[in-house]
C-alpha cells in the first residue's frame, strides 16, 4: 500500500472508532434516562453506582470477557461469525444492577477483550458485539425495571430475544457488513460468497438471505440460550449479588429490620 493509501485507510479506521464510541455514548445515555425515569416513578433516590454495584460490575465484566474469549464456530454461518455466551453474566448484572450497570459491563467487556487479544477486525468484531449485546439488555431490562416479578423476567427475556435477533441482523446488512468490506478492502461478493459456501439456504449474492440465514439465528440461538440459563438461576443469585449474603440469609436481616 502507498503512503497515500495508508492514510486514507488510517482516516477511515479512526472515524470508525469515533462512531463506535459515539454509540457507546449515545446507549449509555438512554440507558441512565431509563433508571431515572424509574426513580421518579417510584418515588426512590440515591445514586445509579454504588461501590458495591461498582464492584460486581467489574466480577461480571471480567467473567463476560473470559465467556467471550471461548467461542463456538457454528455450522450455518462463514468463519467470522462465531457463537459466545458472554451476555449471560451481563443479563443477570442488568437485572440485578439496571440497564446502567448493563451497558458499562458491556463496555468494560470490549475494553478488556482488547487489552487481552487486540482486534483482528480493525474493530468491526468489537461494535458488533456491544452494539448487538445492547440490544439484547437494554429491552429486557427496561422492562423487568419497572416490574420485577418472574412473569415480566420471561417476557423481558423473550423480547430482549426477539429485539437482539431482528437489530442485530438489520445492522449486519445495514452497517457493519459495508464497513467491513470497506476497511479491509473486500468485496461484499466475496463475503457473500463465503456465506453460500457453507450455508445453502443463502440466495448467492443477496446481502439480505446472509444476514437471514446466516447471522438472525446465530443470535437466536444465543439470546435464547443465555435468557434460559438467566431464568434458572438468576433469583437464587440475586440477594449473594446485591448483599453478599445467601437468600434466606438476607431475607431473616430484612426481617428483623
Not at 439496571?98 to 458491556?106: K, R, Y
Amino acid at each position: 500500500m502507498n503512503l497515500s493509501g495508508l492514510f486514507q485507510s488510517a482516516a477511515e479506521n479512526v472515524v470508525f472508532v469515533l462512531e463506535f464510541l459515539g454509540i457507546i455514548a449515545a446507549l449509555f445515555l438512554v440507558a441512565v434516562l431509563l433508571e431515572k425515569l424509574e426513580q421518579k416513578r417510584s418515588g426512590t433516590k440515591g445514586a445509579i453506582f454504588t461501590t458495591r454495584k461498582m464492584a460486581m460490575v467489574g466480577m461480571l465484566s471480567a467473567l463476560s470477557t473470559a465467556l467471550m474469549l471461548l467461542e463456538i464456530p457454528v455450522f450455518f454461518a462463514p468463519f467470522f461469525y462465531k457463537l459466545d455466551f458472554s451476555e449471560l453474566p451481563i443479563l443477570i448484572g442488568t437485572f440485578a444492577f439496571g440497564p446502567a450497570a448493563g451497558v458499562m459491563m458491556e463496555f468494560i467487556k470490549i475494553l478488556l477483550k482488547l487489552f487481552i487479544k487486540s482486534t483482528s477486525t480493525m474493530f468491526v468484531g468489537e461494535l458488533a458485539n456491544f452494539a448487538v449485546g445492547c440490544s439484547f439488555i437494554l429491552p429486557a431490562s427496561a422492562i423487568y425495571l419497572f416490574k420485577k416479578t418472574r412473569k415480566n423476567a420471561v417476557i423481558a427475556c423473550i423480547v430482549g430475544t426477539l429485539t437482539m435477533t431482528v437489530f442485530g441482523t438489520a445492522f449486519n446488512a445495514v452497517y457493519l457488513l459495508p464497513a467491513f468490506a470497506k476497511l479491509f478492502h473486500m468485496p461484499m461478493e466475496q463475503i457473500l460468497a463465503m456465506g453460500a459456501e457453507v450455508n445453502p439456504l443463502m440466495t448467492e449474492g443477496s446481502v439480505m438471505s446472509f444476514v437471514a440465514v446466516c447471522v438472525g439465528p446465530l443470535n437466536l440461538l444465543k439470546g435464547a440460550a443465555d435468557s434460559l440459563v438467566t431464568l434458572l438461576i438468576y433469583k437464587p443469585l440475586s440477594p449473594i449479588l446485591k448483599t453478599g449474603l445467601p437468600r434466606n440469609t438476607a431475607a431473616k436481616i430484612a426481617k428483623k429490620n
